[in-house]
C-alpha cells in the first residue's frame, strides 16, 4: 500500500525553525519520522494503550486539553487511515466533542509510562457518529469497549499525520492498585478544586 508524504509542518514551525537554526534537523525528522498513517507498529501500539491525551479547539481556536482511559484497546484501528474511541456519558459537558463538532481538527497523544517509555503523536480530522451510524459503516467495532457501559458518541478519526514522541523525558510510573473507590480521606471530585483543601496538599508536598 503507498501513502502520500505528509506535508512538512506549519509555517509556524518552519519560521521558527529558521529562527532557532533546527531547519536541518527538523527536515531530518519529517522525513525519517512522520508518517500520513499508522504502521503496523504504531497500530499495534494503540492496540495496547489504555489512555490517551487531547487536544482540541473551538471555532475560534481556543484550546482545551483532555483525557480518556479504557481497556487496552479502547481507541479502537479501524485501518492504516482511521482510529475510532468512544465517548462515554461524563459530566455532561462535552468539551471535546463540542469542540469537534465546532473545528474538527484532532491531537491525540499515546504514552508508554510503564514499558517503552515512547509517545505517539496521530493527528488528524474527526467526525462524530451516533453509535449505531458508526456501526452501520464499520460493523467491526467491538461490541463491549467497557463492560456496563454504552458510548453516547463516537470518535470517529482519519488520521493526517502520525509521528513519534521520543522516550528521552518520559517518567517512568510504576503500576500500583487503585485505591478504593469511597476512601473517607478522599473529597469528592466536584470539592476537589473548588474548596479549600490545604490539608490534602501539604500531604502531597
Not at 479502537?76 to 469542540?99: K, M, Q, W
Not at 510503564?114 to 458508526?134: F, P, Q, S
Not at 458518541?153 to 510504576?174: D, F, G, M, N, R
Amino acid at each position: 500500500m503507498i501513502f502520500p508524504p505528509p506535508s512538512s509542518g506549519s509555517a509556524g514551525e518552519r519560521r521558527l525553525q529558521q529562527q532557532l537554526g533546527t531547519a536541518e534537523r527538523a527536515a531530518r525528522f519529517y522525513d525519517q519520522q512522520v508518517r500520513s498513517h499508522l504502521t503496523d507498529e504504531m497500530r499495534e501500539f494503540i492496540g495496547c494503550q489504555s489512555m490517551v491525551f487531547l487536544a482540541t479547539a473551538d471555532g475560534h481556536g481556543e484550546c482545551d486539553a483532555s483525557f480518556r482511559a479504557g481497556p487496552p484497546g479502547f481507541v479502537h484501528v479501524i485501518d492504516y487511515r482511521t482510529l475510532a474511541y468512544p465517548e462515554f456519558r461524563g459530566n455532561g459537558v462535552l468539551a471535546s466533542a463540542g469542540n469537534m463538532s465546532e473545528n474538527p481538527h484532532l491531537g491525540m497523544l499515546f504514552v508508554d509510562f510503564t514499558h517503552h517509555h515512547v509517545g505517539l503523536h496521530v493527528n488528524g480530522v474527526a467526525r462524530l457518529y451516533e453509535d449505531t451510524e458508526l456501526r452501520r459503516v464499520h460493523p467491526g467495532l467491538p461490541t463491549d469497549v467497557a463492560p456496563g457501559r454504552g458510548p453516547q458518541l463516537w470518535v470517529h478519526l482519519t488520521v493526517q499525520e502520525a509521528y513519534i514522541h521520543c522516550s528521552k523525558y518520559i517518567p517512568h510510573l510504576e503500576p500500583a492498585p487503585r485505591p478504593p473507590a469511597h476512601d473517607p480521606a478522599r473529597p469528592r471530585d466536584a470539592d476537589y478544586f473548588t474548596k479549600r483543601r490545604t490539608a490534602v496538599w501539604s500531604g502531597l508536598s
